[in-house]
């Protein structure tokens, strides 16, 4: 089942929110309706996020929208992703050929996604057998798999492609609060590989690197810079210093359309802050104050290299 879709002239995609225990379609029909999908994090992860701006754009199309105002409201929805206003810009750039053309245009990109994203772990399973031979065990954080994508995955793509060739053991994983992305979505993926794996609470990501558990950390993107700084979901971070100080690789996994040249570093981008709800509640004093970053900013220099589905990259700044 693809992730995100689009069929009969409508945008259909997985209501994340409800994973592990109900696997519900929704049906999309507005540009409104994708927002709030977006926004909720029904549809969620860098790639997948890339697809939705695209199939948004042609939907607004579709329906005889003002095609550059929704355009900027879908761009909007998420200012950390960059996939998303990649996604759109890449449709909006044919509005001058007409709907027909727009929405060629998202089912292409729609369809690129699952083949890029195979491609990409492929050499990201290469590049760990390579340096670390025919069995690896690897730490991941938040979501990078199918559910980020249409079909396959990044970094959990590098885990699919290392099953392929029975070179994968145990995968630790973080659960990634607030919102359980690796807990609920992760472990199911991973459930469903028939892979064997171990939920850990996010500050003992660390820990497992530390006790020698896991041969190699692997974790997405949703904004690389252009000087290699690495924007993801909040954690990662602690993750990346922790395999530093082990001396094992940390390995970030996501397509060429993640890499902002435009950007020139990590404080640059500006990282989304969420709703204190989500993690004051019962356990916390009233009047207590939250302050809920969703993404982090891994400097370059602690990440020992990029895989995207054209290349390698071990260098920075990247070029």
């Known amino acids: 089942m693809r992730t995100i879709d689009w069929r009969n002239d409508r945008i259909v995609l997985i209501d994340q929110t409800l994973l592990p225990g109900t696997v519900k379609v929704i049906h999309v029909d507005t540009v409104d309706e994708l927002i709030d999908s977006i926004k909720r994090l029904a549809v969620r992860g860098a790639p997948a996020l890339g697809v939705a701006g695209a199939l948004g754009v042609a939907l607004a199309a579709k329906n005889g929208d003002d095609v550059r105002e929704q355009a900027e409201k879908i761009s909007k929805a998420r200012p950390t992703a960059v996939n998303l206003s990649w996604g759109v810009s890449k449709v909006l750039a044919k509005l001058d050929q007409g709907t027909e053309a727009m929405i060629e245009e998202a089912k292409h990109i729609l369809e690129d996604d699952i083949r890029r994203n195979a491609d990409l772990g492929r ?177 370059a220099d602690l990440v020992t290299a990029i895989v995207t589905d054209e290349r390698i990259i071990n260098g920075k700044p990247l070029g």
């Open 123 to 299: 050499r990201g399973a290469q590049w760990l057998i390579d340096r670390l031979g025919p069995r690896i065990n690897v730490q991941t954080h938040c979501n990078a798999g199918a559910l980020a994508c249409v079909e396959w995955g990044t970094a959990l793509g590098v885990v699919r492609a290392l099953q392929e060739r029975d070179a994968i053991g145990h995968v630790y994983l973080d659960e990634t609060r607030p919102l359980l992305q690796g807990a609920r979505l992760t472990a199911w993926e991973l459930q469903q590989m028939g892979i064997d794996h171990t939920v850990v609470v996010d500050s003992a990501g660390p820990t497992v690197l530390a006790r020698g558990l896991a041969d190699a950390v692997i974790v997405g993107a949703d904004r690389i810079a252009a000087n290699g700084d690495v924007v993801n979901k909040i954690g990662t971070y602690p993750l990346a210093l922790a395999a530093h100080r082990a001396g094992i690789p940390f390995l970030v996994a996501a397509p060429e359309s993640t890499i902002d040249p435009d950007t020139p570093d990590g404080a640059r981008v500006e990282i989304e802050i969420r709703d204190a709800a989500e993690i004051l509640g019962e356990h916390t004093p009233d009047g207590s104050k939250a302050l809920n970053y969703a993404f982090d900013v891994t400097p």
